[in-house]
Structure formats: C-alpha cells, structure tokens
C-alpha cells in the first residue's frame, strides 16, 4: 500500500527539497517574515503505520489570503508530500480505517456549495467530492468499517440569503432594486457569537452519512445541541456531548450522550449535571476505551467558575454509573485524553507552568507519568494503532513541527520552517519568579534582544497575554521575538487567572477583574527594573483581548508607562451587558446589575470610570464585526482619553473579527505597535 501511495502521490504533488543549511551571517527578524513561516497543524497516522497526513497553513501576501494544503510525511521522516494544491482551503485530514483514502474538508468548488468531504483515492486519482450536504458541516469522522462518516452540521441561517443555500444571491437585473435583507428574529437567550454572528438557528446536529449510497440520515434531532461525537469500537455507537433541556441554552451545560448509530435512535444520557461543563474544548471529545466498556472525557468543576475552571479526567461505565476523576492530585489542566492501545491506561496533555506535555495515567488510577521532559510545548497528538505518536511540538526557537515521540525522545519528522528561522538571531528566553505585594509567587518568561549586553538597561514592553485562562509559555512567538529583534526585552506574565498553576491560581480572579492580575504584572515590572534589565524610564504595554483589557487596568492604576496599545478590550464591562457574547458569564460569576447592585460593576469597570487618571500614549484597536469584546470597548476608551487631551489613536479593521485574520492587517498592525513604541520610547528607528 504504501509503494503505490508513494507513486500516487508523486504523480501531483510536489517534493520539496527542505534546505537545513544555516546562512552566515544571520539577520533579524522583520516584519515582513511574518507570513514566511509555516502553520503546521493537525497530525493524523495512517492505519498502517507508515505515513503522517497533516495541514500546513501559508500565506500569499499578493493574494492577501491564507492557505491551507494538506500534506504526507513518511513515519522515518524521508519523504515530504503536498498532497493538495488549491487556493482554496482544505483541513482536517483522515485516513479512512481500511487505508483506501485520505479524506479532507474543503469549500473548493464542486457538486454542491459549502464546506464538503472530499476523497483521495490512495491508489490514484484526483479529489472527489463526497459529500453535497446544504448545512454548515463543521467535523467528521469515518466509522471503523469505513462505510459511513458521521457529520457535525448546522442548519444554515434563512434569514441570511448568502447562506439559505449556501451560495451569494443571483445579482440584480439592472435597473431594478436589490432585494432588501430579511428582518433578523432573535429569540434566545445568548444570541451573538463571535464569526458566526446573530444566533438564530438551533444548534448543530449528528448526522449518518453512507459513503457508498451518498445519502445522509439525521442521528440526533433539534433537541439536542450536538457537539464533539466518536464512534464506538465495533461501530454500533456514538458518543458524543450535548446540551439538553428547556433552558439548557441559558447554562454553559454539556452532558455525555451515547446513541445507536441508525437513524431514529433514542440517545442516552449517560452523565448528570446541574451547571457543570463537560468540556469540549482542547480534544476534548468523550473516547471509548477498546472493549467499548468505558469512555473518558473531561470534567469541570462549576458554572459559575466556567471562565476559569480547570479540566480534569473522568471515566464513566457506558452502561451507566457515577463518574470516577483520575489523576485527581494533579492540581493542573489536562486535555485531549485517549485510551491507550491495551486499554489499561489514558493519555492525555498536561498545562504545566509554561510548559505543556503528554502524560499518562492508569485506568485504575495512580501515578502520572510524564513521557518527556524539558521547557516544551506538545499542543496535540495522534496515536497509531501499535501505539506509536505522533506530536505537535514547539519550544522558544522553533514553531511547532511534527514529530515522532519515541522512549521520551522527540524525532522530528516536518522541517517546514528550519530554513527560514536558520537566517535569523532570535532572542534568548527565560523564566523569572516574583512576589506580588499580596506575597503571590508569579512566574513568568522574558525574552531579551539578539546580542544582549550584560548590564545594559533596556526598554522593556510587558506583552499581555489573552484569555485570561491560557499561559505564556515556551512556544515560538513572533511578536515576542520581533520585539526583542528591535532592542525591546519583552516581559510575559502569567497573572492570576492563567492556566498551568493550579485551580485556585485560576479562581482567583472570578468576579474580581483588573485586581490581583494588575498586581500581578506591576511586580514583574518591578523585578526586572530592580534587576537592572529594564530601563525605568523606557516602559511599554500592551496586549490583545483580555490582555487589552488589563492593559486599560494597568495604564489606570500606573502611570510608568510611556506608550501602550490596547487591542480588543474594554474597561467598561456593564456598557457590554447583552453586547458582546458573555451574557452567561455575566449573568453567573457577576450577577444582573439591578439585582446586585452597581458595586461589583463600577468594581470591575475601573479603568473607564478612572480614565482621569491615565496619562500614558494609548493605540486602541479592533476588528469591526468583532462580537467576542465588541469595538465598542475601545471606542469608548479612545473617546474618553480623547477628551482628556491625552495622545490616543483608533484604529478598525473592517470586515475583522475578535481575530485579525486578513494577512496585510495582521502585518498594519504590527507595523503600528512597532511605530507607536519607537514614538513614545525612543527605542530607535524601525526598520
């Protein structure tokens, strides 16, 4: 099978010749490499053990578009395949059980519109399409006996007419008025979601699909809103994770369902929560272990902490039964479990301080072992049918490749970016400890400039990461290391509320925010002045997201800081009350204003209400159509420190998101970050 692979995929795909060979003498990094660098993402085995099929991202600035391709990289790592070649994208590779196929997810044109499933044929051929279903597919995944793909669709919008069947609108006949849009109607109690917009519709759907007859049977009705599905062992049934209920819609509640895989089946609940998430983020699926006895997910802690809660493993009896938390000593968050091969253990990642590894459990319980040490960053993994894996794996200096773990040694298997980052001086990264003035051990990385001077005082920019329920940690950043490229140290603090420290350095934050995190981040500040790294004089901030937010907060409470930029924040929180996407958040960890009073949201909206007191240069920015923190956070704050006199600038990204997806905005606003801190620090020019 795989020699006539091999021959199949020569036929059209196209080797490339990875140069290793390190240029002397190296540059620095500059802007325009951001968009030189690869995204490599989504590692499947094949069934027999010999190939590696995965996605790289690219991006074509003429185009000002990004792409994804599919690709093959044999197990011993010699032969590097671009399987597909469109300018449309293609994701999320499998390799059919039975090894016949290689199927991806593409919106490239074909029989029918939309995202479909298409095949490759291993022993030769071009890409079929599959499937020609009119709702928004978002997953699949083929049954063991290869006969049926199980999907993951939403019903489209009828109030969209570019979505009622999935193609735009005839135009007009000229001279004649274009059609007016329907009325959007809203009925739900969370009704807005970042991308996908004003929410409508039901949620999304279990879905049969034959692949020999091209029919598609629903598995799952309206009642259910489905999630995260995985076939049992011999393929009788699925599991999958569900909302439920009259008023499930206003609870962040899933539940594990099973159901028999044939149309009209009743699903069983097999889990019972008041208020607890179940959580279908990070891998988070619920898998069966190979008798089909069991199934392993991840398990929250509250509703009310669902902003901040820590995963942890659970194992519960198909059959029924309470469920059992593993590993429940490790006070850290995990993701991604699986069943080992044998049945007797589960795999899973661990979040570790600034690290993130795969670890091991028994089914019975006990000890974690960890499978690899070192300051790293496995972020997902595939496991071959003999047990072998296949990682994600970055540290400070390279960007996440492909690799083989073996006996805890990392075999790299993709060299997509080694020839380009091999013409760079980065920066070196470290970790620090403080105390915060409360007596709170912080950690933290910083990373100073190519050629560092000992002695030598920097400007120094405290970058601030998102979430807040994420970590920095050591991973390949490039903002960090253009940063430290144009003479900044860049400082990088998990603040209370970041992940890797345990639950209660997560909690900490709930209903208190721009407090303990401010503290936070004023003593790394502090540790690297007293250090002698950090010019006093030449400090900068900023962030994106929540780190938008804390920078607000900390300009507020601050008045060091000579230059920030605040992206996608706000320091209004009650002006966003039924705005943005976070009214079940709202609602439980702060409560409804009328009924408990102003204080905790005149606590919470400090920034804004004290916007008197800042005098730091402040560069806000957003995407327009962003619904995660709406553009009207830093509106508002632009407008206010407009009023004071104090040198601000908005900028909007139209057509953009919580996330600025288009490449020559994702390069503006580097280029502004840049500009603004070499105004207002005098860090030297810009190249």
Same mark, same amino acid.
């Given at each position: 099978?795989a020699?006539?692979a091999?021959l199949r995929?020569?036929a ?8 290793l060979?390190?240029?002397s &003498?190296?540059g620095?990094?500059?802007?325009d490499?951001?968009?030189?660098l690869p995204d490599?993402?989504?590692a ?9 099929a ?9 185009a000002?578009k $990004? ?14 395949l ?10 999320a ?9 290689l199927?991806?997810? $593409?919106?490239r044109?074909?029989?029918s ?10 022993s ?7 499937t020609?279903v ?9 049954? &063991? ?7 993951v669709?939403a ?8 979505d009622s ?9 000229p001279?004649?008025p274009a ?24 949620g999304a759907?279990?879905?049969l699909?034959?692949?020999?007859a091209?029919?598609?049977v ?5 009642s259910?809103?489905a999630? #995260? ?5 011999d ?8 909302? #439920?209920g009259?008023d499930?819609?206003?609870y962040n ?9 044939? #149309?009209?089946a009743?699903p069983?609940?097999?889990?019972n929560?008041?208020?607890?998430k179940? #959580?279908?983020?990070r891998?988070g ?10 199934l ?15 995963n ?6 198909v059959?029924g039964?309470?469920p059992r ?6 006070d850290?968050?995990v ?19 600034r690290s993130e590894?795969p ?9 974690v ?5 070192g300051?790293?960053?496995? $972020? ?5 049918? +003999?047990?072998?894996?296949a990682?994600l ?6 960007p ?5 773990l073996?006996?805890s040694?990392l075999?790299?298997l993709?060299?997509?970016?080694d ?11 470290e970790?620090?400890t403080?105390?915060s003035?409360d ?6 990385l910083?990373v100073k400039?190519p050629?560092y001077t ?14 807040p329920?994420?970590q920095d ?16 140290v860049?400082?990088a603090?998990n ?13 900490a ?7 303990k995190?401010v503290? +936070?981040l004023?003593?790394?500040m ?14 900068g901030?900023g962030?994106? $997201? ?8 900390m300009i ?5 800081f000579?230059?920030?930029t605040?992206g996608a924040g706000?320091a ?7 705005v943005?996407q ?12 009328w ?9 919470i909206?400090?920034?804004?209400l004290h916007?008197?007191?800042i005098?730091t ?8 159509k ?11 704050m632009?407008q206010?420190?407009?009023?004071l006199?104090v040198?601000?600038q ?8 919580h996330?600025?997806?288009r490449?020559?905005?994702q390069?503006?606003r580097m ?6 801190y ?6 030297g020019n810009? &190249?």
């Amino acid at each position: 099978m795989a020699s006539r692979a091999t021959l199949r995929f020569t036929a059209f795909a196209s080797f490339t010749a990875l140069a290793l060979a390190q240029p002397s &003498p190296q540059g620095l990094l500059k802007i325009d490499d951001m968009h030189r660098l690869p995204d490599v993402r989504d590692a499947q085995i094949s069934p027999e053990g010999k190939w590696v099929a995965y996605t790289v991202g690219t991006v074509d600035t003429a185009a000002d578009k $990004s792409d994804t391709d599919i690709w093959m990289t044999s197990w011993d790592g010699a032969q590097h395949l671009r399987i597909t070649t469109s300018t449309e994208n293609e994701s999320a590779p499998r390799f059919s059980p039975d090894g016949r196929y290689l199927s991806f997810l $593409s919106s490239r044109p074909g029989k029918s519109k939309g995202n479909q499933v298409w095949l490759l044929d291993r022993s030769g051929g071009e890409a079929q399409q599959l499937t020609g279903v009119k709702g928004r597919l978002s997953s699949y995944e083929w049954s &063991p006996d290869s006969r049926k793909l199980l999907l993951v669709m939403a019903d489209r919008d009828p109030n969209d007419p570019a979505d009622s069947d999935g193609d735009r609108p005839a135009p007009a006949t000229p001279g004649t008025p274009a059609k007016a849009p329907k009325p959007i109607v809203i009925d739900r109690y969370k009704f807005k979601q970042d991308v996908q917009g004003y929410l409508t519709q039901a949620g999304a759907r279990l879905y049969l699909f034959d692949v020999a007859a091209k029919t598609t049977v629903p598995l799952t009705d309206a009642s259910l809103e489905a999630a #995260s599905p995985s076939w049992s062992p011999d393929g009788r049934y699925v599991a999958f994770l569900a909302r #439920s209920g009259e008023d499930a819609e206003r609870y962040n509640t899933l539940n594990v369902f099973v159901v028999e895989a044939c #149309s009209g089946a009743t699903p069983r609940q097999v889990t019972n929560y008041d208020g607890v998430k179940s #959580s279908a983020s990070r891998g988070g699926r619920p898998e069966w272990s190979p008798d089909g006895a069991k199934l392993v997910f991840l398990q929250t802690t509250g509703a009310k902490q669902a902003a901040y809660n820590m995963n942890r493993l659970a194992v519960v009896p198909v059959a029924g039964g309470e469920p059992r938390i593993l590993a429940g000593k490790l006070d850290r968050g995990v993701s991604a479990p699986r069943f080992s091969r044998d049945g007797s253990s589960i795999l899973f990642l661990v979040a570790d301080d600034r690290s993130e590894y795969p670890a091991r459990v028994p089914v019975a319980d006990g000890g974690v072992t960890r499978l690899i040490r070192g300051p790293l960053v496995i $972020s997902a993994f595939d496991q071959g049918r +003999d047990g072998r894996l296949a990682v994600l794996a970055a540290n400070d200096t390279k960007p996440p490749e492909i690799h083989a773990l073996e006996n805890s040694e990392l075999r790299a298997l993709t060299h997509h970016n080694d020839a380009t980052l091999a013409e760079f001086r980065l920066g070196t990264t470290e970790e620090f400890t403080c105390l915060s003035k409360d007596g709170t051990e912080v950690h933290g990385l910083m990373v100073k400039p190519p050629g560092y001077t000992p002695g030598k005082k920097y400007p120094a920019l405290l970058r601030i990461h998102g979430g807040p329920n994420g970590q920095d940690q050591h991973a390949f950043n490039f903002e960090r290391q253009l940063f430290a490229a144009h003479g900044y140290v860049v400082v990088a603090v998990n603040y209370r509320g970041s992940s890797g420290r345990g639950e209660r350095y997560q909690v900490a934050i709930s209903a208190d925010w721009g407090n303990k995190e401010v503290i +936070d981040l004023q003593a790394a500040m502090d540790h690297v002045v007293a250090i002698g790294l950090a010019d006093p004089n030449r400090l900068g901030i900023g962030g994106w $997201s929540y780190g938008g937010i804390l920078t607000d907060a900390m300009i507020a409470k601050d008045q060091r800081f000579k230059a920030a930029t605040s992206g996608a924040g706000t320091a209004f929180p009650l002006a966003l009350y039924g705005v943005d996407q976070y009214i079940m958040q709202y609602d439980v960890e702060i409560g409804p204003p009328w009924k408990v009073g102003l204080d905790p949201w005149n606590r919470i909206s400090y920034a804004f209400l004290h916007a008197d007191q800042i005098k730091t240069p402040t560069l806000f920015l957003g995407g327009e159509k962003d619904f995660n923190v709406p553009l009207v956070g830093g509106e508002q704050m632009y407008q206010a420190l407009r009023s004071l006199g104090v040198p601000t600038q908005l900028v909007v990204y139209p057509g953009q998101f919580h996330g600025i997806t288009r490449p020559s905005y994702q390069k503006d606003r580097m280029e502004r970050y840049l500009a603004w801190y070499a105004k207002y620090l005098k860090a030297g020019n810009v &190249p």
